[in-house]
């Protein structure tokens, strides 16, 4: 579409994972809907892109608990194909971190999230999860820098209740074709205005207002599924006012992972795997050589060390990746490699980030974002997400229980 309609029964703010997957949901019951998107594009933080011939994901990437992920049949049922190559975000091939260290590594890795499960499972007052970081670790540096890819923040700024809820099988696939490419695919067809970004929800009256770029609709219910930056920052107001949903997105802010993507366009005979950039330092940047046999070096990098990187700008993400990576393959790498692609996520105006965590001490606000006002203005996105929070199918379940929300109150 590119009007925006007068009236719609509902109107869906945000065409990521949880926009779509409600309006999906509203249109096969018959509900009038319209998806308003502040992007040029639909997909939100999942966004696939060709390169080198073939695609890398700049956002999302993982089908996480891909043996109960329910957009393994979605993307099956589309025509993507699902590809269960596994990581092995633990392993190392590079020098520099012998296997004796490596198993040392591993051993307070694993202590170190039993004493946070063992925190959370007590029912003891909510924590920051640095706290359980043993005191004077030679691995503490390494846990923090794990945590920025996981949390997008390090360990001081996350809930230890929040990550105890966290459900998370173990199994990791992916999309061959691009995780972004199949949630922009499932979303084609959907009515979907683009480059028209919401402003205000005004719920004063018998039907809401919601005021855009390119205009005002008249809806009977909305499904606000944005980033919660926007909802803190208050960029997507509401009138009257909505505090309580204010200060619940604030306690929810997104945590940062960038990535950075190398072609190898020259012979490099290094071995296919992970490896860290450093082994003794936050500032570590996590490479995936030849993922699933892809012509790629992916760096992945988190929390502040990802800010400052941003802030310097591309070039500097790019001197730092190669830094490393030669560091711990040897110096012949660099000039096989060049540089294809790097995400800037937290400057992003329509995500101001990249996925979220709670607080310590707040973890309760996911509910709290999560509850209906007045039945008629839902909530979604990955924020949302109790037990799958930070994933696209924590998003996409979101989206369809507020869809599902909806038609229970109002019938199809």
Known sequence: MTALPSSIDVAVIGAGAAGLAAARRLRQAGVSVVVIEARDRIGGRAHTIAAGGDVIDLGCEWLHSADRNPLVEVARAHGFMVDKGT??????????FPSADQAAFRAASDAFWDALEAAYRS??????????????S?????????????????????????????????????????????????????????????????????RLKIETVKGTIDAGAVVVAVPTPLLAREALAFRPALPDKVEAAAHLPLGLADKVFFEIVAP?????GHLYGAIDSVETISFDIRPRGRPFVA????????????REGVAAMEREALAQVTD?????????????????????????GAYSHALPGHADARATLAAPIDERILFAGEACSRDFFSTTHGAWETGILAAETYLSRSGP
Do not use: K
């Open 87 to 96: 990581p092995n975000w633990g392993g190392h091939v590079g020098r520099g």
């Open 123 to 136: 029912g003891a007052p909510d924590r920051n999860a640095a706290d359980f970081l043993p005191a004077g």
């Open 299 to 310: 760096g992945f990098f988190g929390g502040e060390f990802a800010r400052r990187l941003e």
């Open 328 to 352: 711990m393959l040897g110096a012949d790498v660099r000039g096989a490699l060049r540089l294809v692609a790097a995400t800037r996520w937290d400057s992003d105006p329509f995500a101001l």
């Open 268 to 272: 490099l005979d290094v071995p296919e």
């Open 138 to 206: 030679r691995w503490n540096a390494l846990l923090q820098s794990i945590s920025t890819y996981y949390n997008g923040t390090e360990l001081e700024n996350v809930s230890v209740v929040d990550l105890g809820r966290y459900i998370d099988t173990g199994v990791n696939w992916t999309i061959r074709e691009g995780y972004g490419a199949m949630i922009a695919g499932v979303g084609a067809g959907l009515p979907v205005v683009l480059d028209c970004a919401a402003t205000l929800i005004d719920h004063s009256g018998a």
